[in-house]
């Protein structure tokens, strides 16, 4: 195994929290408020669905293969030649999606406090960052995760309540004026979002205690569902019908804090939680590019392709959009189908697959026998 490090299970949950969240509390509103209008609440319900899923579906090929991650046991699955193929799509996809991860850390820092910083140097900074902890390995990503999420968890919720008396209930309703429907499409971009799961399965192989792996998973999938059901209520009650149009509500909703005309322009502190969020987020896509890089390689060691990667994904996160609205549109229309196919689609056939060969081989043993 290239990783000698352990985590976890309560590591591990904390590490996919923001994975999910960092990038998604910023967008997630607007994104669902397009289609699911007042409903927008409901939409991360649906899309927990595929959250519980894939980590159900990341579990059972764990216990299949139990020392191995996605790229080691699509090979054999599938065979040697067909899982080089999924390993090089995986290998791209991840690069790919890393990149767009990087770009918009970039378009938010750049559009919302360094106008004048060249965005290249703010990809290149936490660039540098994240490839100190991947160097570290999987267990300085957890300590970093269990130091850093809860804080983030429990000021979000301070965020919230300070809100509260800026609420107007009145935007919730007409509910369902739609019925279920607008909810349902709403969700489908959180889908793609909720599909980032599949990520438990490069970090199952490497649990203290691999028998809490799923429960651990499922609580985090939980965690990220309420958190974004308490995003899109807050950005509901504030902005109501003009969430669709903010790009990024929690932001806008942080400068309506004000106590006592002392307690007020908290959006820093969103910002320093976004960005703590984000390094997380990087690091932990960051880490599974390389690992499954250096696995689908053969090589000894992951860490020396650590800072060769992280050169390629600062320019991945230059060649990914030309501008925020481009981002915006596509990870808001085509992306889901895109993240869906790879992070759903690929581990269920390799789970129907693997079955199928396993009924088979007990099959011709019983026959044997």
């Known amino acids: 195994m290239l990783e000698r490090g352990k985590i976890s299970a309560l590591q591990m949950a904390f590490m996919m929290n923001p994975t999910i969240l960092a990038t998604g509390l910023l967008l997630v509103p607007a994104i669902t408020a397009k289609t699911a209008k007042q409903d927008l609440w409901l939409s991360p319900i649906w899309a927990s669905f595929i959250g519980f899923m894939i980590v159900f579906v990341a579990y059972r090929l764990h216990r299949l293969y139990p020392k191995e991650t996605m790229f080691e046991y699509s090979e054999q699955i ?174 806008v909703a942080a400068r309506y804090i004000s106590i006592a005309d002392f307690l007020a322009h908290l959006e820093s502190i969103v910002m320093a939680l976004w960005v703590a969020g984000t390094f997380i987020k990087i690091t932990v896509f960051y880490y599974v590019l390389v690992l499954g890089t250096a696995q689908w390689l053969k090589l000894t060691d992951f860490r020396t392709i650590v800072l060769p990667i992280g050169f390629l994904l600062i320019l991945f996160g230059i060649w990914s959009a030309p501008n925020l609205q481009v981002l915006s549109h596509f990870l808001s229309t085509t992306a889901a189908f895109y993240l869906l196919s790879i992070q ?26």
């Open 344 to 369: 759903v689609g690929f581990p269920v056939i390799l789970l129907i697959i693997a079955l199928i060969k396993k009924k088979r081989q007990q099959m011709k043993g019983s026959i044997t026998g």
């Open 78 to 251: 599938l065979g040697k030649i067909p899982g080089k193929i999924v390993g090089v799509i995986l290998v791209f996809y991840y690069f790919h999606v890393t990149g767009i991860i990087v770009r918009e850390y970039g378009e938010f820092v750049s559009g919302t406090f360094l106008h004048q910083t060249p965005m290249v140097v703010i990809f290149s900074t936490m660039i540098i960052v994240s490839s100190m902890a991947v160097y570290g390995g999987l267990e300085v990503i957890g300590r970093c995760s269990e130091m850093i999420v809860p804080v983030l968890l429990v000021l979000y919720l301070v965020i919230f309540v300070m809100l509260l008396k800026d609420l107007d209930t009145k935007n919730f309703f007409p509910m369902l004026e739609n019925g279920l429907g607008s909810s349902l499409k709403g969700s489908v971009v959180l889908q793609s979002w909720f599909s980032e799961f599949i990520l438990v399965s490069f970090f199952f192989p490497y649990l203290r205690d691999q028998d809490k792996g799923m429960k651990w998973g499922m609580i985090s999938v939980f965690s990220v569902m309420f958190y974004m059901v308490l995003t899109n209520v807050m950005s509901l009650l504030l902005f109501g019908k003009l969430t669709a149009s903010l790009t990024y509500p929690v932001m």
